[in-house]
DNA sequence: GGACTGATCATCT
DNA sequence: GATGATCAGTCCC
C-alpha cells in the first residue's frame, strides 16, 4: 500500500457510542449510515430523523415500568428494540443508556443509500401507492418494510452482521431541527424529536 | 395547507 | 375491551 492514499474504511459504532445519554444519542445519530444485511442482501440509509424515548417520558412504552413487550428497553444498549404497531407496521429503535435503565432511540426516516431497488420493491409489495414509490423510507413504518425489518430482529446486538450503523462525524448542531415528538398524546411539550436539515430542501416538515 | 378515517392485531388493563 | 412511537386515501378550505 501507498503511503499517503486514503482508504476509506466502515467502521461500527462502537458499544460505547450507546452507553451515553439518549438525547445526546438521538442527536449524534443523525447522518449515520444504518445498514440491514438480509442473508446477503444489503440495503442502507442515512438517519436523517430520530425521537429520543426517555426516564420520565410519558410517552416512552417504558413509562409504567417493565413488561414483555418493552424489556429489550431496559436490556443492555447497543441492541434493537422492534415492536409492532397498529396491527401493521414494526418501529426500529436503537437501546441505549446503561441496562435497567428502559430508554431508547426511534429512528424514523432514512436518505436511502443502497438497494434502493429492493427497498422499492419490498414497500411496494405491502403498499400499492405511488406516493412509497418515491419516499420508501420516510416514516418509521416504511423505513422498517423498506430494510425488512421485523420482531426476528428484535434484541438483536447492533454490533453483529444483520443490522447495525457506522461511524461518522456528528452533524453540527446548525443542521439539526429539533420539534416534538410525532403521533403521541403525552409528553408533547419535550423537544426530542431530532430532523436533518437538508439544504436543497424548501421546508423541513 | 390540514382534518379525519379505515385498516388490522399484539399488547395492556 | 381499548389502545396505539403508522400510513395512505379522502374530503374540505
Known sequence: MHAGKTYIIHMKLPLKFYQRPTLTIAQDLLGKILVRNKNGVITAGEIIETEAYGENDPASHAFRGLTSRNQPMFGPPGRAY?????????????VTEKKGRGAAVLVRALRPIRGLAVMGRR??????????????????????????????????SLLGNEIYILKRSSLPKSQIKITPRIGIKEGRSKLWRFVKKEPWTKSVQ
Open 123 to 156: 414497500v411496494r409489495s405491502k403498499n400499492k401507492s405511488r406516493l412509497a414509490l418515491t419516499r420508501t423510507c420516510a416514516g418509521p413504518g416504511k423505513l422498517c418494510l423498506a430494510m425488512a425489518i421485523d420482531k426476528k430482529l428484535n434484541k438483536t
Open 82 to 94: 422492534v415492536y409492532f404497531v397498529y396491527g401493521m407496521y414494526h418501529c426500529f429503535n436503537v
